[in-house]
């Protein structure tokens, strides 16, 4: 065993959560740990962990950016022709996870991917920067390419092609997570970690337990 892993730990001690002091929806005390992380100004605070599985339960992970949720789920944006475009089509159960070290948070979902609508996918894109909007036509993602000097040329050919009105492309778009379990994690002392899992039985309502650590 490398002692020098092994002896990494941390003692987590910041707060604790509590089945009197929770919202009775899950979203609720999303929306609350949510605005804790922002205002903690903790960098990147949108990033989450994306599992994916093929079919066969061949599982893949990444990182994507958060860029948007309400009641119906979670939102992120990516080419549908990607490896996870790719293996949400054919398996759309997903998982996503925040872990928020500042705070001594984690929060794990579980749900359902769906495709968003397309004036949704045009609203996120045409709020992106020129070069990001340029990078979605550029990069065939996930594809091997040669070299660096593909993406280069795309770039050039694609700006030359649209100029400063740069359309969506078909292949690019967002999904929404749609949540059936969602699970709060705080750290505590001794590795006694407080661990509360909402399950939904139906629309808006969820069951509520507590998960050993």
Sequence with gaps: MNRDIADIRKNYSLETLDETNIAGSAMEQFTIWW?????????????????TATPDGKPSARIVLLKDYDER???????YKSNKGHALDANPHAALNFFWKELER????????????????????????AGSRIGAWASPQSSV??????LDENVAKYSKQFGDEIPRPEHWGGFRIKPVIIEFWQGRSNRLHDRIRYTLIEKNKWKIERLAP
């Design 35 to 51: 605005e804790d992380a922002v205002k903690s100004e903790i960098d990147e605070v949108n990033a989450m962990t994306l599992a």
């Design 73 to 79: 789920g979670f939102v992120f944006y990516t080419n």
């Design 106 to 129: 984690q929060i794990r979902i579980e749900g359902i991917a769906e495709k968003v609508s397309g004036p949704e996918s045009d609203e996120y894109f045409f709020s992106r920067p």
């Design 145 to 150: 390419i040669q070299n660096r000097e593909m």
